[in-house]
């Protein structure tokens, strides 16, 4: 098994050290500290549940033990794909104060994605809930292990089927040892996936830790605040902008929703009092258009977060104009660098920008095709660098060198352009990647699903803006013989075992594509091309089916 490793170079970690950025914490005597200086305050609301921090503690101590004695040892690897419940909170940090890494996947992932992971992962085991919306995991889950003959364990939070229950895995006793070093890797999660299937980002106990407790300070958090979980527990936004780990670390309290829709959330942030949320654009101008009509008390929410995707100025005026909160955007990636923008900012400041780094040692190059810096204002190709972005993706050394620079600069892939202040304003992707409502779709990956269709000759896809998801993905596709239906080619796409939210919204059926010089699809025109489309059949969403 490959080891999992995130290491920066010494002279960067000496300076990390030095400023007070790292620490020396782990995530596990990072909750056993809060657990002893107040054991019964709450920390965790979902459904009926309501886990004081001593009792969260108490159950992660089960979760470390129990996985130990079913033979896990530090450095193992295990898919975790829980829904918004507080069994999450217990299984990962048991997970990480037995040293065992959690691979952190979303509910929305099916079986093609899971496999990867796995493989990608050498997972040992792969912990789902029974069911969630409607999904039963434990489907889902027998698949996996039928593609994955080295993964030993399967954990169920619920009732297990054929597999094992985590009830039985905390009734297990075994030690668990010291626990692990705070430069030591504490779980991994998933790229983007600019290009291809999803990569495996290794993030520290030091470099993590340091975002959201840096997040928590930049957002006041403190023992009064709580944070409503709205998005995937597993998401990077979630769990650390400042998420549920940074209101942790403040001692404040995490409400878990298993909706996101106005009728299912109003409520909770009435009844919980919650101070703080993070949503992405197109949810917040859903609750934003609610809001105007709703009948629950929201006053007790302060500041509402805004990201995952790019938020236009003319829906941040929106969201502004229906809430009375402090509307906070927020620009970053699961790679590392978190821009925020902050609560004394200017109005312009705040519709206008994704924010300005956490960090002080946070370094940004903006530069052109060419990695030559442009002027100040112009746009051009993000790079970043500091004490909480990665070095390496895990056991990917062709890619590492195409996203690293030689002097360490990851290659975000994001279009920016920089104000005097040091404000970011996002204007794009370089790559062909798609930002559907947050949720990040790899061209490349999908194509490659509908290239397999016996009446697909060729396919490609590319993004065309949308007013709520920011953008949407439109496959143009050359059929072999006759054109199948567009409904066909989307039901393909589920068959398949992807996500929902990777199936395209528009299907188009073509003759050729437009190529550039060297025979290349060129999606620069196949955009313009969507786009004259568009404007010629507005109410359409395929052609020839």
């Known amino acids: 098994m490959i080891p999992v490793q995130q290491v920066w170079p010494e002279e960067f970690a000496t300076r990390y050290r030095a400023a007070g950025y790292w620490r020396g914490e782990t995530f596990g005597g990072m909750l056993r500290e809060r657990s002893l200086r107040h054991p019964d305050r709450i920390a965790i609301v979902g459904g009926e549940a309501r886990w004081t921090y001593q009792e969260l503690d108490q ?41 065992v890494l959690p691979v952190f996947a979303l509910p929305a992932h099916r079986s093609a994605e899971i496999a990867h992971f796995v493989a990608a992962a050498e997972a040992s085991a792969y912990i789902i ?21 080295a993964l030993r364990h ?29 430069s030591d890797v504490a779980f991994m999660q998933l790229s983007g996936g600019s290009t291809g299937l999803a990569k495996l980002i290794p993030r520290t106990h030091d470099d993590y830790i340091y975002s959201f407790r840096a997040s928590a300070e930049i957002c006041e958090l403190g023992a009064e605040s709580a944070y409503l979980a709205v998005l995937p527990a597993a998401h990077n936004f979630t769990m650390s902008s400042p998420g549920s780990f940074g209101t942790l670390y403040a001692g404040g309290r995490v409400v878990l929703s298993r909706g996101s829709s106005p009728d299912a959330v109003f409520p909770l942030i009435e009844a919980e009092r919650v101070t703080i949320t993070a949503l992405v654009p197109p949810l917040a101008l859903v609750w934003a258009d609610a809001a105007r009509a709703a009948r629950h008390d929201l006053s007790s929410l302060k500041v509402l977060q805004v990201g995952g995707a790019k938020l236009t100025m003319e829906g941040a005026r929106r969201i502004r104009s ?30 206008g920008t994704q924010g300005r780094p956490i960090s002080p040692d946070d370094e940004i190059r903006i530069v052109d095709d060419h990695d030559q810096p442009v002027p100040l204002g112009a746009p051009g190709h993000l790079l970043a660098r500091g004490p909480y972005t990665i070095r390496a993706y895990h056991n990917a050394p062709e890619v590492n060198a195409r996203a690293f620079t030689d002097d360490g600069f990851y290659r975000t892939g994001d279009i920016v352009s920089q104000t005097p202040t040091g404000y970011l304003v996002v204007h794009g992707r370089a790559s062909d990647h798609i930002n ?110």
């Open 59 to 99: 159950r992660a101590d089960a979760v470390a033990a129990g996985v130990r004695a079913l033979g896990l040892v530090a450095g193992d690897r295990v898919v975790v794909q829980l829904p918004n419940i507080p069994e999450f909170f217990s299984v990962v940090f048991g997970l990480f104060r037995a040293g």
């Open 129 to 149: 809930a029974d069911r969630s919306d409607g999904f039963d995991y434990r489907t889902l889950a027998a698949q996996v292990r039928s593609q994955s003959p």
């Open 154 to 182: 399967i954990i169920v939070v619920g009732e297990p089927g054929e597999f094992l229950s985590l009830d039985e895995v905390t009734s297990l006793a075994a030690d668990v040892g010291p626990g692990p070093q705070p």
């Open 322 to 351: 229906a809430l009375p909160v402090r509307l906070q955007q927020v620009f970053g990636m699961a790679e590392g660098l978190v821009n925020y923008t902050r609560y004394d900012d200017d109005e312009e400041t705040i519709v």
């Open 436 to 545: 559907r409502g947050g949720e990040k779709v790899s061209a490349e990956e999908v194509e490659d699903h509908l290239l397999a269709h016996p009446q697909v000759h060729d396919a490609a896809i590319v993004s065309v803006p949308d007013p709520y998801l920011g953008e949407r993905a439109c496959a143009f596709v050359i059929p072999r013989g006759e054109a199948p239906k567009g409904a066909v080619l989307k039901a393909w796409i589920r068959s398949r075992g992807l996500a929902a939210y990777k199936v395209p919204d528009q299907i188009v059926f073509v003759a050729e594509f437009p190529a550039t010089g060297v025979g290349k699809v060129s999606r620069r025109e196949l955009r313009a091309a969507i786009r004259e489309y568009l404007a010629a059949e507005p109410q359409g969403s395929e052609k020839g089916g």
